[in-house]
């Protein structure tokens, strides 16, 4: 085998391969012999089919087989050779055969890992967030679940913000109805911000069993493109206004809540343990990103494209995934942009490769035990969490998310002793996104 290796770019390189027909040949000719002991085919006995009936039938897959591998183990065995990193997978080209020459010549166009040059984060300032939970964010998750668990009952007087209205509606456009233009017994909250503001202001103060006929301009920058920046004329008759009525915070609301005793108490003890596993999570998180673009602003890393590609692909199966989850269907061919999530895929991989890098020049490899503890707190959110640790360690695959969890901690903790740390308390609605 000989081969040749060109620097296309930074990171491209294209490693041409000679290799000899002989030994493909010779290796196509014995796959095939050993098929001709095996094949069934119509009209000959088991093995006993003549090695040019089957060399006519199968011998242009076989080749194709033969060269795939040959192909694969070469360039294999050649980058080896070469001691270089090969991010992605290889574009192979075979050049044109010609009957009757001694070897065979294909191309591998790939990509390798750059060199990183780790920069220097111990000018960067980094704010550590501190948040204790108390007995005022135990209340406050409580008033939550109340309006989570909402009723509604027929009330008398005029609609106003927080009741429920349902409505029959039908909208024109210059006399003529349009998409989504009418429906019956349509239910909205009031001061949700699901229906236009014009449109929820003329409902408020409406009683049930009243009509009214108002005109109502889209937005410019409106999804329907049939109407956006246009009137249209909608009239509207209320069919009912609902009240909403918050369960009180007793033993049945406790048992709602999975305290079988109905015990006050035990439940705002068990409020408080999730909140505190919550908000430890959300504090590693916040720390983690501070760290993380501390070390991408002083580490310049260009990220193979093959790596970017393949984080973006992936970036948009879980985009899609986490769509259907809220009941969005898209076709399973439907295109999204292909720049829609390239800045994401970059920035991801380019804080693998800095943090691969750290790991090995500062030896922050996980341990074990680590990776289990963090099992172990993840479990805890669970029923069983016996079986959830079973489960993670069931399969590597799922470990792997725990591996690189412990890796990114060893990582944060080494950052922190090298930085300017600063403590900062963070006020509990706005990290948990409740205001």
């Known amino acids: 085998m000989q081969a040749n290796l060109e620097t296309l770019s930074a990171l491209e390189r294209r490693l041409s391969v000679a290799l000899p027909s002989a030994e493909i040949e010779s290796e196509v000719e014995s796959r095939l012999k050993r098929l001709s002991r095996t094949v069934r085919m119509h009209g000959f006995r088991p093995g006993k089919v003549p090695f040019k009936v089957v060399a006519q039938q199968y011998g242009t897959q076989v080749r194709q087989e033969v060269l795939g591998d040959a192909m694969q183990k070469s360039f294999g065995e050649a ?4 001691n270089l990193r090969v991010a992605g997978f290889p574009r192979f080209e075979l050049k044109p055969v010609t009957e009757g020459v001694a070897e065979l010549h294909y191309s591998a166009t790939f990509e390798i890992y750059p060199d990183i040059a780790l920069g220097d984060i ?6 550590r967030p501190l948040l204790e939970v108390g007995e005022i964010e135990v209340d406050k998750t409580l008033e939550i679940m109340r309006k989570q668990r909402t009723r509604f009952e027929p009330a008398e007087h005029a609609a106003e913000s927080g009741d429920r209205v349902m409505i029959d509606f039908r909208g024109t456009l210059d ?3 349009f998409q989504g233009s009418s429906a019956t017994g349509q239910q909205a909250v009031l001061g949700e911000g699901r229906l236009l503001p014009d449109f929820e202001g003329n409902l408020t103060g409406m009683k049930a069993g009243e009509s009214k006929t108002f005109d109502v301009r889209f937005p410019d920058d409106y999804h329907g493109r049939e109407v956006a920046g246009k009137t ?3 009239e509207v008759t209320v069919k009912q206004v609902a009240a909403p009525r918050l369960p009180a915070i007793d033993a049945e609301f406790a048992n709602s809540l999975g305290v079988a005793d109905g015990d006050l108490a035990r439940m705002r003890a068990e409020i408080k343990a999730n909140l505190e596993r919550e908000v430890r999570v959300k504090l590693k998180s916040r720390l983690r990103d501070q760290v993380i673009q501390a070390l991408l602003d002083a580490t310049r890393v260009e990220a193979p494209t093959s790596l970017v590609q393949a984080e973006s692909r992936r970036i948009q199966a879980g985009a899609r995934q986490e769509l259907e989850a809220r009941g969005v269907r898209m076709p399973a061919n439907a295109p999204m942009p292909p720049d829609l999530f390239e800045k994401q895929a970059q920035r991801r991989v380019a804080t693998g490769l800095i943090l691969g890098e750290l790991m090995k020049v500062h030896n922050l490899y996980p341990k074990p035990e680590q990776v289990r503890a963090l099992v172990e707190e993840q479990a805890q959110s669970y029923e069983r969490p016996e079986e959830v640790v079973k489960w993670f360690y069931a399969d590597p695959e799922r470990l792997r998310d725990m591996e690189a969890a412990a890796a990114e901690e060893n990582v944060v903790a ?9 403590d900062k308390a963070v006020d509990f609605d706005e990290l948990m996104g409740k205001q």
């Open 79 to 82: 980058v080896r050779q070469q």
């Open 122 to 127: 111990s000018g960067a300032s980094i704010e």
């Open 175 to 177: 006399g003529a109805e």
């Open 232 to 234: 249209a004329r909608f």
């Open 414 to 422: 080494w950052a922190l002793g090298v930085a300017k740390v600063s």
